[in-house]
């Protein structure tokens, strides 16, 4: 390469066992590497069974000790597994820990070939690419930037508040933002939680009090992330509290506003379209905080001009009719998505006639009617609301594992319907059919609850709903609701006529789960979840350092799954708290002012506004602390004005002279 | 010379998505074509043009970039920057007297491992069918080997 340089490179070649070993030539590639790349620095070249020991790291650092190395290439795994290893090695030995590279000859190609010759061919090419462009590398020192202690969560759904508590119990303060009037999220829906059947509101409640009466937790309901900018460390977020109206010092959550409230609205929300509201409401008894929300649409003030019946009959005088939308700005150093799901919306499945047939019921619907504090007092009845069921079908999987909606099994369906099952049976003694593809109840005290609801008499019938109708084909199906279904144990055709159908939908992602994702600068799953930084290792980070995800706004969980995500994300950030400064990569962009034209082409391209204009130099600058490193500038510049630490030009030129290396010989030799 | 021709390929990748999806496909002993060898970036918003144009300057008979999908880029959208210069670069390399399809783009994500071995072995057997790029000779602006090293004849 460049003559002007004199690098003392070491290559070391790994043999991991016979994960290389097995279809590498190693010994040959460390021969090859010490006596064919002299002319790049390479002066010492060797091979060893596991490079990442403590005996391979020992090699290395007594090499650049005693051999003056000043780069090191090992020719091992991926860089993402064992990058910081021999970066720390490096370190160890008093060399910047930059100027190591890997070439990636067992993921790239020991595992992917299976000829030893030409597998060895390849190795050399990439160690040889990896020679070149480690020559490039300049020696660079990590960012390390403070980390504010303050903590958002988004989403006030047991996840959210199982996160808030433990960061506010460890002394550090928390941000919970929801968009609804209360914090509790689904969960203070339910009825009851399977296997156990405690009440839901009963365990909930206690956590959503001490949520909202926490001195390191400032509750913002009813408000709305409206923007995001900065990085780990210090984010500043712009948070829109929406006008409720009501005066929040003043008001005492006496409930007589909701009283008084001449306007009844059917409440879509909380009781799934079941109940009735007011215009003026506090969402639920034990809603956290306990402040009403009014209903601008629907009240009559807002609409006729008169009524003002709530302010009249305020005690404290905490209607506000003028009140207007807040933006207050944090600044925080981590945040926390438990922004949740939507359930699957069962009118999709028209062949199951929900929104058609008034006795077909969402499982959402069925929480509500079984809840003692819900429409019915808890008494399970039909649309009519009188009488009860004698017979009752449950549909699984309903938008789940079904290729025309959603792929992905949503997790919690089998034991709901389960649970509905009992309770069903409990209530009203009337016949359970439940109709399922495959029972799944992995967990603990899951399977003993299948086998208690089979004892109980609930008929199973293994096979997917084709159908439910009213259309009745026989005397004994009159007035029913007829479900359809091929029995695949017994192998036929069944018209199963019943009183009341529930179809347990599945779960999906929140309907503005992408623009969401966008907004935190994190990524969703092709079926929309937010995506984890790794499926196994490392679930509830994601991508973009400092931000965290829980609950379901990763993927369809239960309860418990969700309090330990919600935990695991609060101790990841505690983490953060407590180390004070985090160290960034120090892979960044930065402007050459001498060479820059003042063209603004960079200036569009960088979706960090990371780049700006400096009108008195007539030059582009680039903050480093907003810029993430992508290095889209850096290829745009076209006078090369831009360079990028870590990814530069010439290292990037390098590599791949160095990777076709083998292949420079005059065409005809 | 065509009849044992074995193109080489360079393959640039994204670190959040085709490189984790070359990851995965050795994790999962995948195989393919052993002709592509890899270059990370951060980004492929990161790709210059010109390291297509040095690639196949310097003796690779295509090029493959590789990113996340559209909409999933870890940049927010610099995928979609790529994949302009891509298409801009086509019509450069045919103005040269290059076939455009010695250059693909690929999307993959860190999921992708089966996708990202499939599409590498169908693209080493588009260049094997376009043939070797015989682009002119090393020149002296290329780096100066020590001694000339004997090609082995790579199987097929």
Redesign the interface.
């Given at each position: 390469m460049s003559e002007k340089k004199q690098e003392r490179v070491g290559v070391y070649v790994c043999h991991c066992g016979t994960n290389i070993a097995g279809t590498v030539d190693v010994v040959g590639l460390a021969r090859w590497a010490g006596e064919k790349l002299k002319h790049l620095g390479v002066v010492v070249a060797r091979e060893y069974k596991f490079m990442c020991s403590s005996l391979g790291q020992e090699l290395i650092e007594k090499d650049i000790k005693e051999l003056g190395l000043t780069r090191v290439v090992v020719a091992a795994c991926s860089p993402h597994l064992h990058e910081k290893t021999f970066r720390t090695a490096a370190k160890n030995a008093g060399l910047n820990p930059y100027l190591v590279e890997l070439a990636s000859i067992r993921e790239q190609v020991s595992w992917v070939h299976t000829d030893k010759a030409v597998a060895t061919e390849k190795a050399k090419a990439v160690v040889a690419g990896a020679v070149s462009r480690v020559i490039e590398n300049v020696p660079l020192e990590e960012i390390k930037v403070p980390i504010n202690p303050d903590t958002l969560i988004v989403g006030g759904g047991i996840a959210g508040i199982q996160s808030a508590l433990e960061i506010a119990n460890a002394g550090f303060h928390v941000y919970l933002v929801e968009r609804e009037p209360s914090i509790g999220g689904h969960m203070a829906q339910f009825d009851k939680t399977f296997p156990t059947l405690d009440c839901s509101a009963c365990i909930l409640t206690p956590r959503m009090v001490e949520a909202g009466t926490h001195p390191n937790i400032t509750l913002m309901t009813w408000s709305e992330v409206v923007n995001v900018s900065g990085y780990v460390g210090s984010f500043h977020v712009t948070v829109k509290k929406k006008a409720r109206f009501v005066n929040e010092e003043l008001c005492t959550g006496c409930a007589i506003c909701q009283e008084k409230c001449p306007k009844k609205v059917i409440d879509d929300v909380f009781e799934a379209g079941l109940g009735y509201r007011k215009a003026i409401y506090i969402p639920f008894a034990q809603a956290v905080p306990k402040f009403p929300v009014m209903d601008k649409e629907n009240c009559t003030y807002f609409i006729k001009g008169t009524c003002k019946a709530c302010e009249k009959f305020c005690p404290t005088g905490a209607i506000d009719f003028n009140q207007q939308d807040q933006y207050v700005d944090l600044d925080v150093g981590n945040i926390i998505l438990a922004t949740g799901y939507d359930l699957f919306d069962a009118r999709r499945v028209s062949n199951y006639g929900y929104g058609r047939l008034p006795n077909v019921f969402t499982n959402l619907e069925f929480e509500r009617l079984s809840n003692a504090a819900g429409p019915t007092s808890g008494n399970i009845v039909l649309r009519d609301g009188k009488t009860t069921p004698k017979s009752v079908g449950i549909i699984h999987c309903v938008g789940s594992r079904d290729k025309n909606f959603n792929n992905y099994c949503s997790v919690i369906c089998c034991m709901q319907g389960l649970k509905f099952a009992h309770l069903v049976h409990e209530r009203t003694g009337a016949t359970v059919y439940n109709f399922y593809i495959d029972m799944r109840t992995a967990y603990k005290a899951y399977d003993e609850f299948y086998q208690r609801v089979l004892e109980e008499g609930t008929l199973f019938v293994r096979g997917k709903v084709a159908e439910v109708t009213d259309v009745a084909r026989s005397e004994h199906e009159k007035g029913k609701l007829i479900i359809q279904v091929e029995d695949t144990l017994a192998g036929k055709q069944r018209r199963i006529p019943v009183d009341m159908v529930i179809l347990s939908s599945g779960l999906q992602p929140r309907h503005d789960a992408k623009a969401v994702g966008k907004q935190f600068g994190i990524s969703c799953s092709t079926d929309g979840w937010f995506t984890e930084k790794h499926p196994k290792l490392d679930p509830v980070a994601t991508m973009t350092e400092g931000i965290y995800i829980a609950g379901c706004a990763q993927g369809p969980k239960d309860i418990p799954s969700s309090v330990a995500q919600g935990a695991a994300a609060s101790a990841r950030v505690l983490d953060k708290i407590l180390q004070k400064e985090v160290a960034l990569e120090p892979i960044k962009a930065s402007v050459d002012h001498d060479k820059c034209s003042g063209c603004r082409i960079c200036n569009g391209l960088c979706p960090f506004n990371a780049i700006a204009f400096i009108e008195d130099d007539q030059v582009s600058d680039i903050n480093p602390a907003l810029c993430q490193g992508c290095g889209t500038c850096v290829a745009a510049c076209p006078a090369g004005a831009i360079s990028g630490t870590g990814f530069s030009d010439e290292q990037i030129m390098a590599q791949i002279d160095g990777l076709l290396f083998l292949n420079l010989l005059p065409v005809e030799a | 010379m065509t009849e044992n021709f074995e193109p080489?390929i360079?393959g640039f990748t994204c670190n959040?998505c085709s490189?984790?999806a070359?990851?995965l496909?050795?994790?999962a002993?995948?195989?393919?074509a052993?002709n592509v060898?890899?270059?990370?970036?951060?980004?492929s918003?990161?790709?210059?043009?010109?390291?297509v144009l040095?690639?196949l300057a310097?003796?690779?008979d295509g090029v493959m970039i590789t990113g996340?999908h559209p909409?999933?880029?870890?940049?927010?959208?610099?995928n979609y920057?790529a994949l302009r210069?891509y298409l801009l670069l086509k019509r450069v390399l045919k103005g040269m007297g290059i076939e455009p399809e010695r250059v693909k783009l690929v999307w993959a994500?860190a999921?992708e491992g089966a996708k990202f071995?499939s599409e590498t072995t169908a693209f080493v057997e588009e260049i094997r069918k376009l043939g070797p790029l015989?682009w002119g000779?090393?020149s002296d602006q290329?780096?100066?080997?020590?001694?000339?090293?004997q090609?082995?004849e790579?199987?097929a």
């Open positions: - | 080489t360079i959040w490189y984790r070359a990851d496909a050795g994790t002993r995948m195989k393919y052993p060898r890899l270059i990370r970036l951060m980004c918003g990161r790709l210059d043009p010109t390291f040095r690639a310097s003796g690779a996340c909409g999933e880029c870890h940049y927010i959208e610099q920057k210069r994500s999921a071995a015989n000779k090393p290329l780096p100066i080997i020590s001694e000339p090293v090609h082995e790579v199987p």
